[in-house]
């Protein structure tokens, strides 16, 4: 035993025995409170901080404060609620979660609010600023719920239709619940600002006028580039075996404040962008993956079978409770045996045996027509039109009958650079070397003159939850298209006979240039919008269908996918794919005239 225990102390002065080892490696075997972490440096004990490796900033070092507010339940808690939701089912090494993603978060933030307190000493940063911009960081994503964006986007509002919720509302709420526990050194006004900092939301802080680019760190609200953003991006792409596109460093080095706001070298203008296509290329291809989503429904299927048992949407309200709700619950309802819980328990063993919602079709959209997608286009639309084609002498007509709207799901995805619509470098400020106390907004001459036309679009996808729909479904969704497209001819035609020569052009205001010094065009913004509102008015008509050279070339929107063609009949089971039934009817085929030849000639 004496042995045993100098092994465990650290004491070299008697040499291990295997036995030895066993002891000191045994689950059996206790370790101090002092015991080295996996993943932390070896501090001296009388150190207030602590460091954390991690894979994508290397060493983050954080105060004893800060490590204090680590170390409860609320925050612990983040270990078990994934940062990119069902997409690990895609990629299985984007496993980590949002704790991890939260340590990144404080350390940008600390990084950065650091760097400008020693480069612009006038800006009076406090150490008490530094600190609640860390925390602020640090605790931005505390109220996310099971699978991250799954719950709040999609999970509660079905499960509580009337409720106005966010997982914003719920960091706030667990925040204060983590300033309860007895080693939380947080006073009620810092609390108050780290809660506006997680907002960003200067104006909740009148006090910090002077500061209120203290506001556009953790959440920048005017043009969305935050450490947030940086580190999320950073850590996806990381995830995912992209390798980083953007040098996080440079951006935060670049960072100055000039007339109260967050600017950046013009020199780094690039980066800027390539950041905020970052975050429309993770949207498009990994957020928004169309195996990622069937599995989302899915698990919201579930959770809404589980709801009148187990009322989990209502833990939103109660921390005490909600400090528990992680993405654990599919295995709590997994290991349960009562009747009630069936139906959600088969959801999800299709989950894991990769019985999936099967997906139809897909398009991408224009911005300008998403309100039109999404009035026109719903499981409503879809079944009606399935059963007003599909006529008694069709062999599908039984089928058709049995088709109802919840066996359809339409899902329709906002894609864009980081502001919508809009260009997000029209809102970041820029300086240069030789006048480093003057910003201004880029001119496109300033930047590149190779810049998309758009920043945003739609992504709509058609799933149905049972494969023996998939041909019926395809043909409904694709008639709901046919009766837009002919809307759309019939406004364009009515548009022709009545419009006025002096009526100016759709979009003229969207196209006009920006004033001469570079700032956001707002005449042009607000006349997007207003065009946007409106379905298949005779004005907006002309953005769905545009012209073309000639009949044959028309190409609108409202064109079917034929890249997603699926036959009528086609009822898909489970493992089965076009590609493996090509190759069982290649199998299954006689063999070529050449090879008949030369089985007679060996013969």
């Not at 409170?33 to 602590?50: A, F, M, V, Y």
């Not at 895609?90 to 760097?115: D, I, M, Y």
Request: with cysteine; hydrophobic share 35%.
């Amino acid at each position: 035993m004496a042995s045993t225990t100098r092994l465990a102390t650290g004491d070299s002065s008697v040499p291990p025995s295997p036995s030895n080892l066993m002891a000191a490696f045994s689950p059996h075997h206790s370790y101090d409170s002092d015991d080295e972490t996996e993943g932390e440096e070896d501090q001296p004990l009388n150190s207030k901080e602590r460091s954390f490796k991690d894979s994508v900033h290397g060493w983050i070092t954080l105060s004893e404060r800060i490590c204090r507010i680590i170390d409860t339940p609320q925050f612990q808690r983040l270990r078990h609620v994934k940062q990119l939701g069902t997409s690990y089912y895609v990629w299985p090494a984007a496993s980590h979660n949002r704790f991890e993603h939260c340590l990144g978060v404080a350390h940008l933030a600390l990084t950065q609010v650091k760097r400008l307190q020693q480069l612009q000493p006038e800006l009076g940063i406090t150490e008490q600023d530094i600190d609640c911009v860390t925390i602020a960081g640090l605790c931005h994503d505390l109220g996310h719920g099971p699978w991250s964006h799954v719950w709040d986007s999609l999970f509660i509002p079905k499960a509580m239709p009337n409720k106005k919720w966010k997982h914003e509302d719920a960091s706030e709420m667990m925040f204060d619940y983590l300033c309860q526990e007895p080693t939380v050194d947080v006073t009620p006004e810092e609390a108050a600002v780290v809660k506006a900092l997680i907002a960003g939301e200067p104006s909740r802080c009148p006090e910090l006028e002077a500061k209120k680019f203290l506001f556009e760190i953790v959440a920048n609200k005017r043009n969305g580039l935050d450490v947030d953003k940086f580190d999320y991006i950073a850590r996806d792409c990381h995830a995912i075996g992209q390798g980083e596109n953007v040098s996080l460093t440079k951006l935060i080095h670049s960072v100055r404040v000039i007339g109260g706001e967050i600017c950046y070298n013009i020199k780094d203008a690039n980066s800027v962008y390539e950041l905020c296509w970052s975050r429309f290329s993770l949207h498009k291809r990994i957020y928004n993956h169309k195996t990622a989503k069937a599995i989302e429904y899915m698990i919201i299927d579930a959770l809404l079978e589980a709801e009148p048992y187990m009322h989990i949407a209502e833990q939103i309200e109660d921390p005490k409770r909600y400090v528990h709700l992680t993405d654990d619950i599919k295995l709590r309802i997994q290991a349960t045996t009562c009747p009630e819980l069936e139906k959600a328990r088969k959801i999800f063993y299709r989950i894991d045996t990769r019985d999936l919602y099967k997906w139809i079709e897909y398009k991408v959209y224009p911005w300008s027509v998403r309100d039109v997608c999404r009035e026109r286009i719903t499981p409503q639309t879809i079944v009606a039109a399935a059963k007003r084609i599909t006529r008694e002498s069709d062999e599908n007509y039984d089928l058709a009958c049995e088709l109802g709207e919840e066996q359809i799901i339409v899902d329709l995805a906002t894609l864009h650079y980081g502001m919508k619509e809009l260009n997000p470098l029209r809102y970041v400020k820029f300086y240069s070397k030789r006048k480093p106390n003057r910003a201004k907004y880029a001119e496109s001459g300033d930047i590149s003159n190779i810049m998309p036309q758009a920043f945003a679009e739609v992504l709509l996808r058609v799933y149905t939850r049972d494969s023996r729909f998939m041909g019926l479904v395809q043909r409904g969704f694709r008639q709901v298209l046919a009766d837009i497209y002919d809307d759309v001819k019939e406004a364009r035609i009515s548009l022709s006979d009545d419009e006025d020569p002096s009526t100016p052009r759709v979009g003229a205001a969207a196209d006009a240039p920006s004033n001469q010094h570079g700032t956001p065009g707002a005449a042009g913004t607000q006349a997007d919008g207003a065009a946007s509102k409106r379905t298949l008015s005779r004005v907006s008509s002309l953005r769905l269908a545009p012209e073309s050279d000639g009949e044959d070339a028309v190409t609108t929107p409202w064109t079917p996918n034929s890249f997603t063609d699926v036959p009528t009949a086609h009822a898909r089971g489970r493992g089965a794919s076009p590609t493996r039934a090509r190759k069982r009817g290649a199998d299954n085929r006689s063999p070529s005239p050449s090879k008949k030849r030369g089985r007679v000639a060996k013969e």
